[in-house]
Every structure is written in C-alpha cells, then in structure tokens.
C-alpha cells in the first residue's frame, strides 16, 4: 500500500501558470519533477491532489514513525533548535525581531520556544492535531490548520513560514494570506530547501529535497524572491542568511552509511541547504 494513497493529477505550473513542462528524468512512484519551459521553476506533476495530502499532513503518525512523513521529527530537536537559534540571531541583527511571531508550520513549536527570547508574544499553526499540541505544551499559543485558522483581525510584527512553501499547492494565494497577517512595517520570512544549491548539483537524483509527493514546488533564489516580489506590499526583499544544522545520524544515512555512536546526535552544519527570503511589508 502506498504511504500516500489518493488521486493523483497533472498541472501547470503554480508559479506562472504556463503548461510546458520540461522533463529532466527526476522520477519515482509515480510522481516527477518538472521544469517549467516559460519561467525555469521546478514543480511536481504529476502531484497528489491537495486534498489528498492535507489528510496525510493531520495524521497523527505523520511526525513520528509513520509510513509518510518524517521517521522521528523529536529526534532532530537538537538540530533543529540550534538552526533556529542561529536564524533567530540574524533575524535580530537585521532588526526583524521584537514584538509578536506568528510560525505557519510550526511543528512541535521549537522554533517558537526558542523564539522566546526574541519576541514578546509567539504563536503557531500545524495541520497535525498531535503536532499543534505539543506546541502548545511549550507555551505557545497554537491553532489547527494553516494560515487561514489563524482568528480574524489577528496581525503580528513578524510571520515566519519555514520549509512549508515546498509543500504549498498555490503559492501566490499562500504568501498573500501569510501577507495580510503581517502588521505594517512588520516581516514575512520564508525559507525552503535550495533546488540552487550546489548539493542538488552535486547529488543528482539522491537530493534529499527530492521528496515526493510532499515537496510539489522546489525554489531556488530567484523563483523565491520572485514569488515574494509579487506581493503588492513588499517594501523591501533581501535574502537572509540560513544556517542548517543536522544530526550526523541523518546525514550519514543519506549517504547510504552508518554513523557511529558516539558521533550519531551530534550536529553538522551544512552550508546552502536552503534558501531564505525575508520581505518587509508596508
């Protein structure tokens, strides 16, 4: 049985609508990254449909040991946290903390708990019930859903969506809904694995962003910003800098190795796994 039974389809691209998709071999289950001819970005057709996938998202599994998903998310909590520590560092170095955070994706709130020190009030969205709750056992305040669970009137100085947009369906209604939940002046963060990066280059069809059917767009720098650009309130669009920590255990299991004991939970940082893009909003 396959982990994500459901209807699957074809589409154009989400980015700028043109249907001319170029085939470059990337292939596995049924599911096939594509270049688009008119405007270069990489996306899934075939894809699963959207609703399809959101079901797999609520799993209750879905973070830990289920067949989709992530094999043991609680075991990356120290990578995870010392990658957003840092990120957290160069947020405030370039004046995008302070005052509210809203986390679309949060996961099990990790980022909102070591956001802690950086903002004064802090709150979440996950699709997974198991996932929103362990959010909110770390202090968070947390909703079900995506962005549009999020209550009315609810604005914030910053809204940060990290590696979620990979996964988002319709890109453009995506930032402009994560838009209006920004206060103006206020910063939209975005981030997601670099299709750019030289690893990709590198690694060839074993990228781990390669990841079928829950990544159905892949960014790089210039399709990133593109999309971020094409929010009518975006005074201002600069990369940030993204360091990415991972467990030697992950690592030496992408490439097909065993790492050792006493070296499997430590970190490796990895420089250009993702690319980032943070927009201030009027």
Same mark, same amino acid.
């Given at each position: 049985m396959s982990a994500f039974p459901g209807a699957r389809e074809e589409c154009a691209c989400p980015l700028c609508g043109a249907d001319r998709p170029v085939r470059a071999g990337y292939r596995a289950d049924g599911f096939e990254a594509v270049r688009c001819g008119a405007c270069g970005a990489w996306y899934l057709s075939p894809r699963l449909t959207e609703e399809a996938m959101l079901q797999a998202y609520a799993r209750d599994d879905y973070f830990e040991g289920g067949e989709s998903g992530y094999a043991a998310y609680a /075991?990356?909590? *120290?990578?995870? $946290? @010392?990658t957003f520590g840092r990120l957290l560092r160069e947020m405030?170095?370039?004046?995008?903390? &302070?005052?509210?955070?809203? +986390?679309? &994706?949060?996961g099990y709130g990790y980022l909102l708990e070591e956001a802690a020190g950086f903002f004064d009030a802090r /709150? @979440?969205?996950? #699709?997974?019930?198991? !996932? /929103?709750?362990? !959010? $909110?056992?770390? &202090?968070?305040?947390?909703?079900?859903? @995506?962005?549009? /669970?999020?209550? !009315?009137? $609810?604005?914030f100085d910053c809204v940060t969506a990290l590696h979620v947009v990979e996964h988002v369906y319709h890109p453009h209604d995506f930032v402009r809904a994560? !838009?209006?939940?920004? *206060?103006? &002046?206020g910063w939209l963060v975005l981030a997601a694995p670099d299709m750019g990066s #030289?690893?990709?280059?590198?690694?060839g069809r074993r990228w781990p962003s390669w990841? #079928?059917?829950?990544?159905?767009? #892949?960014? +790089?720098r210039e399709s990133l910003g593109r999309l971020v650009r094409s929010l009518p309130r975006a005074a201002e669009v600069r990369p940030l800098p993204y360091p990415h920590a991972f467990p030697v255990s992950e690592v030496a299991a992408k490439l097909g190795m065993r790492a050792p004991g006493f070296l499997a939970a430590r970190?490796?940082?990895l420089p250009a796994t993702t690319v980032a893009v943070a927009a201030r909003l009027s």
């Open positions: /075991a990356q909590e *120290r990578s995870l $946290r @010392g405030r170095g370039r004046g995008m903390a &302070g005052g509210s955070l809203l +986390d679309v &994706g949060c /709150a @979440g969205t996950d #699709f997974s019930p198991a !996932a /929103a709750e362990e !959010a $909110r056992r770390r &202090g968070a305040e947390v909703w079900i859903g @995506g962005v549009e /669970a999020v209550p !009315a009137g $609810r604005a994560l !838009a209006e939940r920004v *206060r103006p &002046g #030289f690893w990709r280059k590198a690694m990841k #079928f059917p829950e990544h159905v767009m #892949f960014y +790089d970190n490796l940082w």
